[in-house]
């Protein structure tokens, strides 16, 4: 296409129009070539050709030159190429005035060329090609307009059944109208055509167009991103069979698939000129995935998952492009079942446990390891020892407590059942009982006195330090517990250090419950405490990501920063422990994840392949697999050793910011600034349900310990609360302190039967 | 760039953007470039505008990331840093300085504006005046519970319960009287400090004496508008006002509003006092306004108590008014009174001074001969409604009875004897069989002496048929003193 838009692709042909008066003067060359132009039109048996151009200058615009004739202004300077294109209008216009421009083009091309002009003009015809004619009629801004307007109403017009089919196809063309009418230097036509029509497309495609709207020169098209790749790639529209032989009928006559009598078809020559604009779209830049399923037995919803820029948002999988659905069927099944336990770790957690039983007289006491465990879920896979990125094969004491205590927490765990909420009436005394069953409690810890911000804060899985990361590159430690969080000095004799009681002696004196840790330059946008002591003993390190590109390692021990992972070469947004430790996960800026083990400063893995920003990590809870939720609007499921995608999980109407796996490995929950939470099926790719409620960006989710419910903490200052198992659909009865909140149900009428609603708000302040 | 708003772009005019062609030329200028061409200026000025939401969209990011909604310069210096473009520096997101523009002459309106940097001058008289303010201890957190059993415990941490509709019955009448606003569609958004509470134009005299400005959050202001207008004028519907009252009762969460209310009904009462008020409205008003500190102190989850002293006023005020409605005032001084006894029963031990305080003023009000009869007679509803011993105080101790007793006719029988009377009869109960006290016998005649010293004549006599109830009001202030 590069070629055969010449006028467009340089500044030159763009510019022209204001250039013209400036450049005024004769010159050799384009008396020579007003010779040659007259001359062929009078060799073609044109009498009046200036007769010829007042015609064209009717159909267009006055802000469209493309009519300036060459006879009548003949010291006007003209580019070579734009006169070329002219001729090609003069040359088929009066001969075939219905055809297609494509033929007539043709033959004057060869015609020009076989009359012997100069060298240059010569390589000037042959570079343009047979569809530099038909370019030319796409030059006129209100063909657009006017092809826009009629396929909207058409789409609008059409049957209830077909319109979810339709209606995906108005984004693709409106942004490929656009990008043109900019290309081609009609700056107010286009910002004309936006206002007008980019209303309709806003409430999903609100990014996109917002950042369209920015672009209003030639230049901008060639070079930004978002422009490129409607220009290079092909965006996807799936279409049923029938619905697309009607969009094909109505591109060739005029007419098809709207209700009898609203409908006229293309009318005059501009809609037929519209026509045929968004044929070269329709041509150029869509591909069409056809499917023979009926327009009925397919949900709205699904119509949309298969539209967009497929081939670059889904890997391609032997070199041909699938949508979401095929890719993650082709990827196979996924081991999701909980990670296996080493045999002598699991004796000894046992013999632990009992024994503390018999020390305990608690015979009742269940030790069995596998209570804690839950049961494989039917239809997961469990991974082998094998499966499970490399761990050292030795066990330590404190694996054993954590284990042990892993036990402990299952025995005393509240198991929360959301489902009793639907029976059970709240006002009444059981009520009461029914929620407590249903609905955990919640503490808020309150910030004071922040300067610029805590973008993150963590609490260690013993719940005795509370991290914060802060705007003005530095963390902040806190003991919960009240103990004094001591580090060490730095004038002491390594030789002097023998024991544990001489360890203590070069142990700060005083000191405080709270503590800053300085090192990042930059915001830190996480920090994660390390899970190898799990709930029994506290952690010993601390991950922090920051905006200086670099992730560190602090000890808590020392209070001091050990390693700076270096890798990034721009913010780290995010990063995870593996569940088992060793291993951390990032994501940065820079559109990759990366794996990183601590004892190594250089990556051991990069995730590669979203489109744009990674906003954040998550470990499968068997950290076989990594999830990364992008900017790109779509989060995938990475191999963690292999470091290939395994799933695509596509697609939020907006960036996706964080992401959420459900301890019992089946579910993945993602939600960002589109408002929604989306809950993922992991080993099907395949979107469970939409659960909308939040008004402001969701900034955080958690998953209860048996993933009966989902919490989630949004900009909207509530904390809401999910039922994870429920079917979906609007229940039966919505409680929100007291006041009744009508869900999305209203925003989003297709969407209705997929929409939960949450059982329960919290605002906070 | 706040992702919020609905981006409804307003159709830009015929010259998009915000980056205008006379900035690039002004720029050009400065850089020695007279005479850029028409055609320059404007695709310079595009291109710098598309940079610029580069830049800010960059931005975002960062703002997102660092969990916030405001787009602040520190987001702005990170983009410019991952663009490698240098950040521009002394920009803080702290006191982002505020442009001001100015028309430099203001008659040509051609000559451009001008922007600056406005520079507040800082008198040093004020400075050194005003309250000096300790520098916070740095960063640190509190925890409180959001929700305890999926229950949201009402505690000051937590937003007030959104308002419920008042009551069911009256449901209907709200959503039809409110103009506009439906009553159910009260969107859950939680109260924001960024949230400006514009405050009710009846309200603008309060403004300047509530020392302690609260920002109402948008709920809690549409929930005081509607109240107060359900409530007043009196006239309007009685199911109405029974419904609101019924929502200050029991309804929690309304404790931000709490001064707001007392200071309305403060303000009220003055008014409705000072404007004479003799007509029957001025006394339905007043019921209102009494039965509005009536629900707000039923209230169990508000804490009235640091409103006592301004709620104190307004009772006093009703109870001691000397020109009441006619029709009304023993109505109106009846429930004062009950009020009162209310206050002291329920907040006498946690505020010292309350007895002392309110016995001592009605005893003023009734011992004072310069004042009206109808301010005797609220004060000794008022004594009679706190009790026996505060009613001796005031009748038999100090004399009240005697001052009352100066002001009647001999021989009247009007409200206020009868006001007295009944107080003599709560004091002690008159006997069943009366006998006169015999003014012949030595020691009846030195009660009667007593009794006209302190009930004063007039209700000496009244009191002197029965030997058994003088002693009885005259001894028990004998045991008292």
């Known amino acids: ?411 005393k765990r509240i198991r929360y059942d959301p489902s009793v909420l639907n029976s059970a009436n709240a006002n009444t005394p059981q009520g009461a009982a029914v929620r407590a069953r249903a609905l955990p409690s919640i503490c808020a810890y309150t910030f004071h006195d922040v300067g610029e911000g805590v973008p993150c804060c963590e609490f260690s899985p013993d719940t005795s330090l509370l991290a914060a990361g802060f705007s003005e590159s530095y963390i902040r430690l806190w003991s919960l517990k009240g103990e004094k969080l001591k580090g060490m000095r730095s004038d002491f004799q390594t030789t002097s250090i023998r024991d544990v009681s001489s360890l203590n002696k070069i142990r700060e004196k005083g000191g405080s419950t709270t503590r800053k840790l300085i090192g990042h330059s930059g915001p830190v946008y996480s920090v994660a405490f390390d899970p190898v002591g799990g709930s029994a003993s506290p952690p010993r390190y601390l991950l922090s990501a920051s905006a200086d590109a670099t992730t560190r390692l602090w000890s808590l021990d020392t209070m001091t920063n050990v390693v700076a992972y270096r890798g990034h070469q721009n913010p780290v947004w995010d990063v995870k422990w593996s569940p088992m430790g060793i291993y951390f996960a990032t994501a940065s800026r820079d559109r990759t994840a990366r794996l990183w083990s601590t004892d190594r400063t250089s990556a051991l893995r990069i995730y590669a392949g979203h489109l744009s920003d990674v906003n954040a990590v998550g470990f499968h809870p068997n950290s076989l697999y990594l999830g990364t939720a992008s900017s790109d609007g779509t989060a995938r499921l990475w191999d963690v050793q292999r470091g290939a995608c395994v799933r695509v999980f596509y697609r939020h109407d907006d960036i996706v910011s964080t992401l959420a796996f459900s301890p019992d490995g089946r579910y993945l929950a993602t939600a960002g600034e589109d408002l929604a939470i989306r809950l993922w099926d992991l080993g099907s790719g395949r979107c469970v349900k939409k659960m909308t409620g939040h008004t402001a960006s969701v900034y955080s989710l958690a998953f209860s310990a048996e993933s009966s419910l989902l919490v989630s903490g949004g900009a909207d200052w509530t904390v809401r609360c999910w039922d994870v198992k429920a079917a979906g659909g609007l229940p039966t009865k919505a409680r929100e302190n007291g006041a009744t909140v009508n869900g999305t149900s209203d925003e989003h009428p297709p969407e209705k039967e997929e929409t939960t609603e949450n059982i329960e708000t919290y605002a906070s302040r | 760039m706040n992702k919020q708003a609905p981006k409804a772009r307003p159709a830009p005019a015929k010259v998009p953007g915000i980056y205008k062609v006379d900035s690039v030329r002004d720029v050009a200028e400065s850089l020695n470039l007279p005479n850029l061409p028409d055609a320059v200026a404007s695709a310079l000025a595009s291109d710098v505008e598309y940079r610029i939401q580069q830049v800010v969209e960059e931005a975002a990011r960062f703002m997102r990331h660092a969990k916030r909604t405001t787009l602040t310069t520190a987001d702005i210096d990170q983009a410019l840093r991952v663009l490698n473009i240098e950040p521009l520096y002394g920009h803080f997101p702290h006191n982002p300085p505020a442009f001001r523009r100015a028309l430099p002459f203001p008659q040509m309106q051609t000559a451009g504006s001008v922007y600056f940097v406005e520079d507040e001058e800082i008198e040093f008289d004020r400075v050194i005046r005003e309250e000096k303010i300790s520098m916070p201890k740095g960063v640190s957190w509190t925890a409180h519970w959001l929700a305890v059993e999926g229950v949201q415990p009402l505690i000051p941490e937590n937003p007030p319960a959104a308002p419920r509709e008042i009551d069911p019955d009256s449901a209907a009448a709200k959503t039809s009287t409110a103009n506009g606003v439906s009553g159910s569609v009260f969107p859950l958004t939680p109260p924001s400090s960024d949230r400006p509470s514009p405050i009710q134009s009846g309200k603008q005299t309060q403004q300047q004496n509530v020392l302690v400005k609260q920002t109402l959050s948008r709920e809690l202001q549409l929930y005081y508008t509607r109240l107060t207008s359900s409530l007043l004028p009196p006239t309007s519907d009685p199911a109405k006002r029974t419904a609101a009252l019924a929502s200050l009762r029991h309804d929690a969460g309304l404790s931000p509003l709490l001064s707001y209310l007392v200071h309305w009904v403060g303000e009220g009462v003055v008014n409705t006092l000072r404007g004479g008020s003799q007509t029957e409205t001025d006394g339905k008003l007043l019921e209102v306004y009494l039965d509005v500190i009536a629900a707000l102190l039923d209230n169990q989850t508000l804490g009235v108590e640091p409103y006592l002293h301004q709620i104190l006023p307004s009772v006093f005020s009703i109870l001691l008014y000397s020109s009441l409605p006619p029709s009304n005032a023993i109505h109106l001084r009846t429930t004062a009174a009950q009020i009162l006894a209310h206050l002291l029963t329920h907040y006498s031990m946690t505020y010292p001074g309350l007895p002392t305080k309110i016995v001592k003023t009605l005893i003023v009000g009734l011992i004072d001969n310069k004042k009206s009869r109808a301010t005797h007679e609220g004060a000794i509803r008022g004594l009679m409604a706190i009790g026996k011993e505060a009613l001796r105080q005031g009748l038999v101790n100090r004399s009240g009875a005697r001052t009352v007793g100066e002001k009647c006719m001999p021989g009247e029988s009007s409200q206020l004897v009868e006001l007295v009377m009944d107080g003599l009869k709560l004091i002690h109960p008159p006997s069943a069989h009366p006998v006169p006290l015999d003014p012949n016998s030595s020691a009846d005649s030195e009660l009667i002496e007593k009794l006209h010293a302190t009930l004063g004549d007039f209700f000496a006599e009244r009191v002197v048929s029965d030997a058994e109830w003088a002693r009885g009001i005259l001894s028990d202030e004998a045991s008292v003193l």
């Open chain 1, 1 to 411: 296409m590069s070629a055969a838009t010449p006028a467009a692709s340089t500044p030159d042909g763009a510019s022209t129009p204001a250039a013209n008066p400036a450049a005024e003067g004769p010159s050799s060359n384009t008396s020579a070539i007003d010779r040659m132009v007259l001359e062929y039109l009078r060799s073609r048996g044109h009498k009046d050709p200036e007769k010829i151009l007042e015609e064209i200058e009717r159909s267009a615009t006055p802000s469209d030159d493309q009519g300036k004739q060459p006879e009548t202004t003949p010291a006007h300077s003209i580019s070579q190429e734009e006169l070329v294109k002219q001729l090609a209008i003069f040359a088929q216009k009066p001969a075939n005035p219905d055809e297609n421009a494509l033929k007539d083009g043709t033959n004057v091309l060869q015609e020009l060329s076989t009359m012997g002009n100069p060298q240059n003009i010569q390589n000037l015809i042959s570079s343009i090609g047979p569809v530099g004619a038909e370019e030319i009629l796409s030059l006129d801004p209100t063909d657009k307009h006017q092809g826009f307007r009629e396929l909207q109403s058409w789409v609008d017009g059409s049957l209830d059944m077909y319109r979810p089919e339709f209606r995906p196809i108005l984004f693709p063309i409106f942004c490929h109208f656009y990008l043109d009418l900019v290309q081609q230097g009609f700056r107010e036509a286009a910002q004309d055509f936006y206002t007008t029509f980019s209303h309709s497309l806003s409430p999903i495609h609100q990014t996109t167009l917002h950042h369209l709207s920015t672009i209003t020169l030639p230049y901008h098209v060639q070079t930004d991103e978002v422009a490129q790749r409607f220009r290079s790639e092909k965006y996807t529209v799936r279409m049923s069979r029938s619905g697309f032989s009607l969009l094909i009928g109505w591109l060739t006559e005029g007419f098809g698939g709207e209700p009898t009598g609203t409908g006229e078809g293309f009318s005059g020559d501009k809609g037929k000129r519209g026509r045929a604009a968004i044929m070269r779209v329709v041509n150029n830049h869509l591909r069409f995935d056809v499917t023979s399923s009926s327009t009925t037995s397919v949900s709205p919803r699904a119509w949309e998952e298969s539209t967009g820029f497929l081939s670059s948002v889904v890997p391609q999988t032997n070199g041909s492009t699938t949508d979401a659905s095929t890719y993650n069927a082709s990827k196979g099944e996924l081991k999701l079942g909980p990670a296996p336990i080493a045999e002598e770790l699991r004796t000894e957690t046992e013999r632990t446990l009992r024994d503390q039983a018999l020390v305990d007289h608690d015979p009742g006491a269940q030790y069995d390891i596998h209570y804690a465990r839950q049961a494989p879920l039917t239809g997961l896979v469990s991974p082998a020892i094998s499966d499970l990125p490399p761990h050292p094969p030795s066990f330590r004491s404190v694996d054993v407590k954590r284990e042990v205590e892993k036990v402990r927490d299952a025995r």
